[in-house]
């Protein structure tokens, strides 16, 4: 079994940056992919941005794209989010999510971190 931790959400002003950090642990060698969700109020959850956990290969939604990173600490099993360029309309609570095959769902989820843009 995988757990994932987020942390790192917060309030800032449109044009800022946050990063949003999601920490494996458990049987993470089982992990196939990693990626991220938001949900914003009255909406249904969306993917973001996902990798592969051996570091290759990132996908990402067009909304997001210039904007966001991803990147990895392999020493901490920690994926991280860097968000620029934050608009109002990035705000949502934000997922960690986790595959373990390439042909199985997003099973494995964090808690959820919230980031709110707004002046």
């Known amino acids: 079994q995988v757990q994932l931790v987020e942390s790192g959400g917060g309030l800032v002003q449109p044009g800022g940056s946050l990063r949003l950090s999601c920490a494996a642990a458990?049987?993470?060698?089982?992990?196939?992919?990693v990626g991220w969700f938001r949900q914003a109020p009255g909406k249904e959850r969306t993917f973001v941005m996902g990798t592969m956990w051996s570091g290759s290969n990132v996908w990402s939604d067009d909304s997001v794209k210039g904007r966001f990173t991803l990147s990895r600490d392999n020493a901490k099993n920690t994926v991280y989010l860097q968000m620029n360029s934050l608009k109002p309309e990035d705000t949502a609570l934000y997922y960690c999510?986790?595959?373990?095959?390439?042909?199985?769902?997003?099973?494995?989820w964090g808690q959820g971190t919230q980031v709110t843009v707004s002046s």
């Open positions: 458990g049987n993470i060698y089982s992990i196939y992919a």
């Open positions: 999510a986790a595959k373990i095959t390439k042909a199985s769902g997003w099973t494995e």
